[in-house]
């Protein structure tokens, strides 16, 4: 089994849709958790830390569950520029970065 | 722009050959990570370089190594290429007040190998 693991996508979704992702990892002592974002081609980006009690960025919102070792990102008003890849990243203490495979979203007019 | 570059931006090398990349931390970073994205995956952590030490290593072989200076720049080696190490090669950059700390990682815009 793979530490981290995402929604195999792609999603193809309307403008204006809500969409969420989901990811779930294995290794209970995973400390901090980001959500990235790929466009083709480019490096990935950061879209955003994920913090126990959830947090939201403008459309963004992630959530995480410490218990069932699981993390979501939801896009609300999708935007044609949403369209990517988005990565799931857990980060275990002193260890390093471990990226789920991707989840690949495009926005349609 | 995360301040993070790497070179050569695309590179062509032939099995057997060996490769050297490039990259240049953001400033005021001390940590710098390489990882490797093969086509339709996620990044693969190859090792991390903290205040110039080896500072954790992924599932590579030894013919992945590597360096980091003391203005933090970092490179990888990679001897004895093969096929399937054609992929980005992408490194990222960040601030760890210890070696054990974590913090958000800020990549550059990778290298792409192609091995033939």
């Known amino acids: 089994r793979k530490e981290v693991e995402q929604d195999p996508g792609p999603f193809n979704v309307p403008e204006g849709a809500t969409v969420a992702f989901n990811c779930t990892y294995s290794n209970s002592a995973s400390q901090s958790f980001f959500w990235y974002r790929q466009d083709c081609r480019k490096e990935p980006k950061l879209l955003m830390s994920v913090y126990s009690s959830g947090n939201e960025d403008g459309r963004f919102t992630a959530q995480l569950n410490r218990a069932s070792q699981y993390i979501s990102l939801l896009i609300r008003d999708s935007k044609l520029s949403d369209s990517a890849t988005y990565l799931c990243?857990?980060?275990?203490?002193?260890?390093?970065?471990?990226f789920g495979p991707g989840t690949r979203l495009s926005v349609l007019p | 722009e995360t301040g993070v570059t790497q070179s050569p931006t695309h590179l062509i090398k032939t099995r057997g050959q060996q490769v050297t990349l490039r990259c240049s931390s953001q400033s005021g970073h001390n940590t710098v990570s390489w990882y490797q994205q093969a086509l339709g995956q996620g990044p693969q952590f190859i090792f991390q370089y903290y205040r110039e030490e080896e500072n954790g290593r992924g599932n590579f072989p030894p013919r992945f190594s590597g360096l980091q200076f003391p203005n933090y720049s970092s490179e990888l080696n990679v001897n004895a290429l093969e096929l399937d190490d054609s992929a980005l090669y992408l490194c990222?950059?960040?601030?760890?007040?210890?070696?054990?700390?974590?913090?958000?990682?800020?990549f550059g815009p990778g290298t792409r190998l192609t091995v033939l």
């Open positions: 990222a950059s960040s601030l760890l007040a210890a070696p054990k700390a974590n913090n958000e990682q800020f």
């Open positions: 990243v857990v980060n275990n203490y002193g260890q390093n970065f471990v």
